[in-house]
């Protein structure tokens, strides 16, 4: 179970934009992630390169935790708020709620809810 200084580490980690470095803190070695019902990526490292693949097809990120964050025992639900512009000026407003299991003070096991609609980008 998370107590709430990690969880406000984690969220602060992921709020300065260091997503990589957030999995390589706060996720287990076989942590796995999934992307509404498609099929998880499993193992640290996975996640790892898949979130930097992702995040150098932009030239900018900000993130936000909407609050309040629901934490009950190994469970917790945030929702964020992902504003990507892309290298060519392009737009995307991302908005999700993470589910995610904890083990401890790591994340064991997430899975994201969202629109795929979102990922469409709005072009300047």
């Given at each position: 179970m998370p107590s709430a200084d990690t969880l406000a580490r984690f969220i602060a980690r992921v709020e300065s934009n260091a997503h990589v470095e957030a999995i390589q803190e706060?996720?287990?070695?076989?942590?796995?992630?999934?992307?509404?019902?498609e099929p998880p990526?499993?193992?640290?490292?996975?996640?790892?390169?898949h979130e930097?693949?992702?995040?150098?097809?932009?030239?900018s990120v900000?993130?936000?935790?909407?609050?309040?964050?629901?934490?009950n025992g190994d469970h917790v639900v945030i929702r964020w708020i992902?504003?990507?512009t892309g290298k060519d000026g392009s737009k995307?407003?991302?908005?999700e709620l993470a589910y995610q299991r904890w083990?401890?003070?790591r994340i064991?096991?997430?899975?994201?809810?969202?629109?795929?609609?979102?990922?469409?980008p709005v072009r300047p």
């Open positions: 706060f996720y287990t070695e076989n942590a796995s992630m999934q992307e509404n019902n990526r499993v193992g640290r490292e996975a996640l790892v390169a930097a693949r992702a995040l150098s097809m932009a030239a900000t993130s936000q935790c909407v609050r309040p964050v629901f934490s992902f504003e990507f995307r407003r991302i908005e083990e401890g003070d064991a096991q997430e899975q994201f809810f969202y629109d795929p609609k979102q990922f469409v």
